[in-house]
């Protein structure tokens, strides 16, 4: 892969990530609730999720998801049902104290798995690894190099971005001082998880 096609591939990656999505919900979510530190958690499991989504499509086995009616219809409505289920708990969750020092219910596993399991269940990601990656590989060198480069760069790229979707949400916390407010943007919250469900829903392949 020569430098112009990596850069190119690179700001193609930025504005994959930059686009909004579940996982960057998600990651604006943690980051109002626990901040940015222990946001990391759950952009940690959101990028293994994604990993696991690359090595699949690199092994050749997207392919056969992609192409397998049944098991993409599977994955998707697992998917649906999370994100629905995630803006449930979110609409439904109190108000937090105004200092982060000690918030009740933070887990750091719990968090991961929640961050993986929204990319995982994500058919989206597959199909468009598939439609991405050919257009950026060169026929007539190693693919094995080249698909890990790409894979790396989609990850510390979309790193990058959530932990400034994370930043961005730790922000509004000082403004999140009452009860009334909190509840608010939860609702927003819970409500985007819903909408990030509903368009996972009418997801059809081309």
């Known amino acids: 892969m020569t430098l112009t096609i990596w ?15 579940a996982g960057a919900v998600n990651s604006m979510s943690s980051g109002l609730r626990y901040g940015v530190r222990k946001s990391l958690p759950t952009i940690a499991g959101q990028q293994f999720g994604y990993g696991a989504q690359i090595v699949l499509v690199g092994a050749g086995l997207g392919a056969i998801v992609a192409s397998s009616t049944t098991a993409l219809m599977v994955i998707k409505w ?18 937090v104290e105004a200092s982060r020092g000690d ?3 933070f887990s750091k ?13 994500n058919p989206k990601a597959t199909i468009f690894l ?14 094995g190099p080249q698909l890990a480069t790409m894979g790396a760069t989609l990850i510390l790229v979309d790193i990058l971005v959530m932990v400034g979707y ?3 949400a730790s922000q509004l ?6 009860p009334r407010r909190q509840k608010q943007m939860n609702r927003v919250f819970g ?5 990030a469900a509903a368009a996972l829903a009418t997801f059809k392949r081309a």
């Open 103 to 105: 918030l009740a219910g």
């Open 166 to 168: 994370a930043v961005l």
């Open 191 to 195: 409500t985007l998880f819903v909408t």
């Open 173 to 178: 916390f000082r403004f999140m001082t009452t």
């Open 109 to 121: 596993r719990q968090q991961f798995w929640n961050g993986a399991l929204v990319n995982l269940t």
């Open 7 to 21: 850069l190119t591939f690179l700001v193609a990656a930025l504005f994959i990530s930059l686009s909004p999505g």
């Open 130 to 143: 598939i439609a991405l990656f050919p257009q950026f590989l060169v026929a007539d060198a190693p693919h």
């Open 78 to 95: 697992i998917g649906v049902a999370y994100l629905v289920w995630l803006g449930i708990q979110k609409w439904r969750e109190p108000p």
